[in-house]
């Protein structure tokens, strides 16, 4: 690294190290509520100071400590990439049931040091589902809270069938032997840590199901202890059954009749997924979408996810739309953020999300704008949305014409989004993934789902479908373009994002963050801060947050001075502050060839932790 470049990201990185000097903080808030309405995706459980790790051969960020073993000792064992990450899944299932599951879908970006491929395990909508499925009596928009908790919400589960189909192209180890460490921690119990026993307390929703309730509360009604050792034996037994028969195990037969037996008949919230809705299910493989990125010192290429996700598409706007309204220089200052960048960041962010709000759904059930998703990364295009920015905040914004493409559709309303968990796996072969997990909401749909009654535990199931929009069309009857149809896959915000050398072709880095809408930001801001800025990848992560989804600027609490909040009000911006709960996690490779190691880090703001040799 040269020097310039070393000292500031010693700088930073000894700022951000004094943000963290308590090796605990407690929770900045017991609301997860923006003032936009929006809500975040998890509440804040405090803030944990992580030291960045290195290895030489391989590593796995995941955001559980225990899932970050279970991958760890999977390529110890021998297994690479995708057997690490199955392991990391079904351990997840177990220890952050808030945040991904069985339940639930994932997006997977693999690279095998040559070819980098896209698995879309994203839920679907049962066939029964239709453009009025989150419509009340009066024909209005159902309040999202009667919409989250039950059947209704629940999409048809696809992580597990994606998960088999890209172990069968580059699984090294027996399906069955991926399972085994869920399945002994499932018996044996784990700890219940301080996130998931903070977000359990605060939870009353999901006791209203008496599977949940037993599983998760005591007889006094509290939330387990700190510590409590918690086991799932109903997990264990259907993990079993996963590990004998693979993903058919949940699709078909008992589990798939546990799963629809549950949905339907959910009493106060039903919803109307079926046997034949869980066998029909399908993963699918996309074609990685990607943006090139002038970084320090070479060109790089950022690869992600088409729709359904918005990810890449916004993020790849955001930076580009950056890029030409200021230099690269890293806005950092002691602390302090340039509010000139602060301000150009935030309207070209209410850009990108005016086009996502109009264009972006399932690709198999709308056309993108210009007969092409890249339209909206188009130089001539974001030459000309970057036109619109000036020293003062746009007092409207409204989606582009990419190509001089028109459409029918209206844009989507904003609405909330929730959130996920990710993991980033490298193996000493010279594979990587990089996946995003979810079942929503925090704890999903809150119902869980058991074979046997009398054996405590279960998996919880997800919400995905509120990620449709719940108005249909606008008041002038236009259709919205991620409205609910039968089989559809609801628009995503998960990022799982790969960086390459742009000449060279190497894998530079693999990253991602759970974090509803705000997705796009944490990840941006990480590729900003490693890629402009020079920092190394922790340092990119305990940055402070920072995103909008069109409305108010969402800034972090507690981590702005007031002379930045009163520079970027005074360009117009309405600035709420409340905790932003990332769950970065990151892994970057520095050097080449034999001399090379693996930089990874892991978000301060949850449990991660990034592990290897």
């Given at each position: 690294m040269p020097p310039s470049r070393e000292k500031r990201v010693t700088t930073l990185a000894l700022a951000a190290c004094a943000s963290f000097a308590a090796a605990v903080l407690s929770a900045c808030s017991t609301s997860p509520l923006t003032a936009d309405g929006s809500i975040q995706p998890e509440a804040s459980s405090g803030l944990t100071a992580k030291e960045e790790r290195t290895f030489r051969q391989e590593a796995v960020a995941a955001a559980n400590p225990l899932a970050t073993a279970a991958g760890a000792r999977v390529l110890k064992e021998g297994g690479n990439a995708i057997d690490a990450t199955v392991a990391v899944q079904m351990v997840l299932a177990l220890v952050e049931p808030q945040s991904s599951g069985i339940g639930g879908g994932a997006f997977l970006l693999h690279h095998d040091g040559h070819t980098l491929q896209a698995y879309d395990g994203r839920e679907t909508a049962p066939a029964s589902a239709g453009p009025d499925l989150f419509l009340a009596e009066d024909g209005q928009p159902m309040p999202f809270k009667q919409a989250v908790a039950g059947g209704r919400s629940v999409g048809v589960p696809g992580v597990l069938r994606m998960l088999a189909l890209a172990h069968r192209q580059h699984g090294q180890l027996p399906w069955k032997k991926l399972l085994e460490p869920a399945i002994e921690l499932a018996e044996q119990g784990f700890a219940i840590s301080p996130r998931l026993h903070q977000l359990l307390a605060k939870d009353e929703t999901m006791k209203e199901d008496p599977v949940a309730r037993a599983y998760f509360w005591g007889p006094d009604g509290n939330a387990h202890p700190l510590g409590h050792i918690l086991r799932n034996p109903e997990l264990a037994h259907v993990l079993r059954q996963i590990a004998n028969e693979g993903p058919d195990a949940l699709h078909t037969g008992d589990i798939a009749?546990?799963?629809?037996?549950?949905?339907?008949?959910?009493?106060?919230?039903?919803?109307?997924?079926?046997?034949?809705?869980?066998?029909?299910?399908?993963?699918?493989?996309?074609?990685?979408?990607?943006?090139?990125?002038?970084?320090?010192?070479?060109?790089?290429?950022?690869?992600?996810?088409?729709?359904?996700?918005?990810?890449?598409?916004?993020?790849?706007?955001?930076?580009?739309?950056?890029?030409?309204?200021?230099?690269?220089?890293?806005?950092?200052?002691?602390?302090?953020?340039?509010?000139?960048?602060?301000?150009?960041?935030?309207?070209?962010?209410?850009?990108?999300?005016?086009?996502?709000?109009?264009?972006?759904?399932?690709?198999?059930?709308?056309?993108?704008?210009?007969?092409?998703?890249?339209?909206?990364?188009?130089?001539?295009?974001?030459?000309?949305?970057?036109?619109?920015?000036?020293?003062?905040?746009?007092?409207?914004?409204?989606?582009?014409?990419?190509?001089?493409?028109?459409?029918?559709?209206?844009?989507?309303?904003?609405?909330?989004?929730?959130?996920?968990?990710?993991?980033?796996?490298?193996?000493?072969?010279?594979?990587?993934?990089?996946?995003?997990?979810?079942?929503?909401?925090?704890?999903?749909?809150?119902?869980?789902?058991?074979?046997?009654?009398?054996?405590?535990?279960?998996?919880?199931?997800?919400?995905?479908?509120?990620?449709?929009?719940?108005?249909?069309?606008?008041?002038?009857?236009?259709?919205?373009?991620?409205?609910?149809?039968?089989?559809?896959?609801?628009?995503?915000?998960?990022?799982?994002?790969?960086?390459?050398?742009?000449?060279?072709?190497?894998?530079?880095?693999?990253?991602?963050?759970?974090?509803?809408?705000?997705?796009?930001?944490?990840?941006?801001?990480?590729?900003?801060?490693?890629?402009?800025?020079?920092?190394?990848?922790?340092?990119?992560?305990?940055?402070?947050?920072?995103?909008?989804?069109?409305?108010?600027?969402?800034?972090?609490?507690?981590?702005?001075?007031?002379?930045?909040?009163?520079?970027?009000?005074?360009?117009?911006?309405?600035?709420?502050?409340?905790?932003?709960?990332?769950?970065?996690?990151?892994?970057?490779?520095?050097?080449?060839?034999?001399?090379?190691?693996?930089?990874?880090?892991?978000?301060?703001?949850?449990?991660?932790?990034?592990?290897?040799?």
């Open positions: 009749r546990a799963i629809t037996r549950k949905v339907q008949a959910h009493p106060t919230n039903p919803g109307g997924m079926t046997m034949e809705d869980l066998a029909a299910y399908r993963a699918r493989e996309r074609e990685p979408l990607c943006f090139d990125m002038d970084a320090e010192p070479r060109q790089v290429m950022v690869c992600g996810f088409p729709p359904p996700s918005s990810g890449p598409l916004a993020i790849g706007q955001i930076i580009g739309l950056l890029s030409r309204a200021q230099g690269r220089d890293n806005p950092w200052h002691e602390q302090t953020m340039d509010p000139e960048w602060l301000h150009r960041y935030t309207e070209a962010a209410r850009l990108a999300f005016a086009d996502r709000a109009k264009y972006v759904a399932d690709p198999d059930h709308v056309a993108p704008p210009a007969g092409a998703w890249s339209s909206l990364l188009d130089k001539d295009y974001l030459d000309q949305r970057s036109a619109l920015i000036s020293t003062k905040r746009m007092p409207s914004v409204d989606a582009g014409q990419p190509g001089g493409a028109t459409t029918a559709y209206a844009p989507m309303p904003d609405q909330p989004e929730y959130g996920t968990s990710h993991v980033s796996v490298v193996d000493r072969h010279g594979n990587a993934v990089s996946m995003t997990t979810t079942i929503e909401s925090g704890f999903g749909a809150r119902i869980m789902v058991t074979t046997d009654e009398g054996r405590p535990g279960g998996f919880l199931l997800n919400n995905e479908l509120t990620d449709f929009s719940f108005a249909p069309a606008d008041e002038q009857g236009r259709p919205i373009a991620n409205r609910v149809a039968p089989g559809k896959r609801p628009r995503s915000s998960m990022a799982p994002v790969m960086v390459f050398d742009k000449r060279s072709g190497e894998l530079l880095m693999s990253l991602g963050s759970p974090g509803g809408a705000f997705i796009i930001h944490y990840v941006a801001k990480v590729l900003l801060g490693t890629q402009w800025w020079g920092l190394s990848p922790q340092s990119a992560i305990d940055l402070p947050n920072i995103g909008t989804t069109g409305g108010p600027l969402v800034l972090e609490e507690d981590r702005f001075t007031q002379g930045t909040l009163g520079a970027i009000e005074a360009r117009g911006h309405k600035v709420v502050q409340i905790p932003l709960t990332s769950g970065l996690q990151a892994l970057q490779r520095l050097g080449q060839g034999d001399q090379g190691v693996w930089r990874g880090g892991a978000d301060p703001r949850r449990e991660g932790e990034v592990m290897g040799q």
